[in-house]
């Protein structure tokens, strides 16, 4: 792999605007913690020129930490030029040369320097902001940003928004929070910002070492305390997943799997397919296709009751209407 890192670009880094169209990029940031953040930008990049092309030259607006690149096959060379703390140039060298409408995927992973400042009181909460670099035309652009473990969008008060743009996507995967924006025909040289807010994670602690020698009462005391506080964060931790599930749940579901889950609520957590029909007057196909997405979530689970299901709502899906 090159590798040059310098103080200043060099005079043979080139960008011709008019040869490249990238017709995908994705960016994947991964919010480990407010102290650990990484990001993966993914291109898929066109020759639109009747020249071959060897490299792509990018610009990264972000104080970056580390630098790697890869397509499907490993590694490949690059050229780092540091224009400032906060302004990037990478020359990423193709496997082999792009004829005129030929493709290249490629992958560019780095560690950003930054540290996210906690703001406010009970809950605490942090911002984190970034502009997006879009070097060339670029067909579909997609943000993707996961939230550490355990933690949600804050809210606030007044009208202060929780995220910009607001015309996002989220989904919750093992409980993080994922959010999506996707942007159509991005000019090149154009820097979309993106802005989210989310509290502080809950995070257990590890747990102390109890080997150390001491009284039988003395320790007998200290066990029942480590107890009490697991049971104390365990009730938290779940009290945090039953709000999150609260809060990001319903706009998950459309309007009619909504209607859905109020009617098994409302019938004390169970009833049949066939009542749905009758309640409804949603075909038997149509309850099926809005069943399907709630069980999948967790939200319901179905039982087979001669030639009808019976629904139950499980505890998720009681947490989300209630």
């Known amino acids: 792999m090159t ?28 919010i480990y913690t407010p102290n650990q953040i990484s990001v993966q930008e993914s291109f898929v990049v066109e020759n639109t020129d009747t020249a071959n092309i060897s490299y792509i030259d990018l610009w990264f607006n972000s104080s970056l ?15 780092w030029f540091v224009i400032s703390n906060s302004s990037n140039t990478v020359r990423v060298n193709f496997r082999t040369e792009l004829e005129q409408n030929d493709t290249a995927s490629f992958t560019v992973k780095y560690e950003l320097n930054t540290f996210l400042t906690p703001l406010g009181e009970d809950p605490i909460y942090y911002s984190f902001e970034f502009y997006s670099t879009i070097s060339y ?28 743009p607001n015309n996002s996507t989220q989904v919750l995967e093992k409980n993080r929070i994922k959010t999506t924006w996707i942007l159509e025909n991005q000019a090149s040289a154009s820097n979309p910002f993106f802005l989210i807010r989310f509290d502080e994670p809950l995070i257990s602690e590890e747990p102390l070492n109890f080997w150390e020698k001491g009284s039988t ?24 997943e ?32 066939k009542e749905l029909c009758d309640i409804t007057g949603y075909s038997k196909s149509k309850i099926s296709r809005n069943l399907v997405p709630l069980e999948l979530r967790g939200l319901i689970k179905r039982e087979k009751w001669g030639r009808t299901y019976v629904i139950y709502l499980t505890d998720d899906g009681r947490t989300v209407i209630e």
């Open 3 to 30: 590798l040059a890192k310098n103080s200043t670009i060099s005079d043979d880094v080139v960008i011709n605007q008019e040869s490249v169209n990238v017709r995908s990029h994705v960016t994947t940031i991964d």
């Open 65 to 79: 930490n580390t630098l790697l690149v890869e397509d499907g096959e490993g590694a490949l060379s690059f050229n």
């Open 137 to 164: 035309h670029t067909n579909t652009y997609k943000m993707i940003i996961y939230l550490p473990e355990k933690s949600f969008m804050h809210e606030f008060a007044d009208s202060t928004p929780s995220l910009y």
């Open 217 to 240: 009462l003395f320790l007998i005391g200290i066990l029942v305390g480590v107890f009490i506080g697991i049971s104390g964060i365990s009730w938290l931790i779940r009290y945090r």
């Open 242 to 273: 039953k709000k999150a599930m609260k809060k990001i749940g319903m706009t998950l579901l459309t309007d009619n799997q909504k209607s859905l889950i109020k009617i098994i609520y409302d019938n004390r957590g169970k009833v049949s397919q």
